[in-house]
């Protein structure tokens, strides 16, 4: 398994970024999907997750009601939108497969920088 | 959510010597804990599942043991490729998964 992920970059506090993480993987459509996040060095922080079918979601208290995973079965590839973003979200973003019984995570991709500044 | 701590922070070691990683959870989390190598700019590696099943392809210089709040990682004979921090993660009870904020292993 593959996860490659794009979209990171600038962005002022306030403003928006949409992460992307395009899956080379047989079983996207069946696998539940994780974003990671780790500030600059710091620690591992789990920030969101989305079922198979995308309709159940859940995210850190971080970032709930800021931030939104989606996903794209059709096109084997995962989403993180981040509005109202603040400097604390600066952070390399990671993609991130668990296992198909539980939640460690067998696969990473190798993860975008965000930046949040003025 | 369950806390975890690891310790020591940071460890000083030599290549060859054996060392042992600590882990706690703030409640019991059953043996559902992994352990996780970073290396500088690459992303985390899946070392131990379970608290001590060995990953794919993982040497058998590492091992983990533990189940409720206490568990340990342990390299026997380090390499000089095994110098990297190492992270514990509970999947028990979630969300939020969480992580320990890492045990850095420095040559001595």
């Known amino acids: 398994v593959q996860l490659v992920e794009s979209g990171g970059g600038v962005a002022q506090p306030g403003g928006s970024l949409r992460l992307s993480c395009a899956a080379s993987t047989f079983t996207f459509s069946r696998d539940v999907m994780h974003w990671v996040r780790q500030a600059p060095g710091k620690g591992l922080e789990w920030v969101a997750v989305i079922s198979s079918d995308g309709r159940t979601t859940h995210y850190s208290d971080s970032v709930k009601g800021r931030f939104t995973i989606s996903r794209d079965n059709s096109k084997n590839t995962l989403f993180l939108q981040m509005n109202s973003l603040r400097p604390e979200d600066t952070s390399v973003y990671y993609c991130?497969?668990?296992?198909?019984?539980?939640?460690?995570?067998?696969?990473w991709g190798q993860g975008t920088l965000v930046t949040v500044s003025s | 959510e369950i806390v975890m701590t690891q310790s020591p922070a940071t460890l000083s070691v030599s290549p060859g010597d054996r060392v042992t990683l600590y882990c706690r959870a703030s409640q019991s989390v059953r043996n559902n804990l992994g352990w996780y190598q970073q290396k500088p700019g690459q992303a985390p590696r899946l070392l131990i599942y379970?608290?001590?099943t060995r990953a794919t392809g993982i040497p058998a210089r590492f091992s983990g043991s533990g189940s409720g709040t206490e568990f340990t990682l342990t390299i026997t004979s380090l390499q000089s490729e095994d110098f990297a921090v190492y992270y514990c993660?509970?999947?028990?009870?979630?969300?939020?998964?969480?992580f320990g904020q890492g045990t850095r292993l420095d040559i001595k």
């Open positions: 379970g608290a001590s």
């Open positions: 993660q509970q999947y028990d009870v979630w969300p939020p998964i969480t």
């Open positions: 991130a497969r668990p296992s198909d019984f539980s939640a460690y995570y067998e696969s």
